[in-house]
């Protein structure tokens, strides 16, 4: 079961504003480069979680 973590209150990417995206991103990357344990241990759990493990080989190029 994943832990709710600030992540959970981070917008969608999928709107048409670039401009929205782009600072919701920077801010995004800036949280978790200051959170190394939380980034950590979101990609190790990747294997068990299926939903996870879907979207991230589903966008890959």
Same mark, same amino acid.
Do not use: F, G, K
């Given at each position: 079961? =994943?832990?709710?973590?600030? &992540? @959970? +209150? /981070?917008? #969608? &990417? %999928?709107?048409? @504003? $670039?401009?929205? /995206?782009?600072? %919701? !991103?920077?801010?995004? $990357? @800036? =949280?978790?480069?200051?959170? =190394?344990? $939380? &980034? !950590? *241990?979101? /990609?190790?759990?990747?294997?068990? @979680? #299926?939903? *996870?493990?879907? +979207? #991230?080989?589903?966008? #890959?190029?």
């Amino acid at each position: 079961m =994943r832990a709710t973590t600030w &992540l @959970d +209150a /981070v917008p #969608s &990417l %999928t709107t048409p @504003d $670039l401009r929205l /995206v782009q600072r %919701t !991103s920077r801010r995004l $990357l @800036d =949280r978790l480069a200051q959170d =190394r344990p $939380l &980034l !950590s *241990r979101l /990609v190790h759990e990747i294997p068990n @979680d #299926s939903e *996870r493990l879907a +979207a #991230s080989t589903s966008r #890959s190029c």
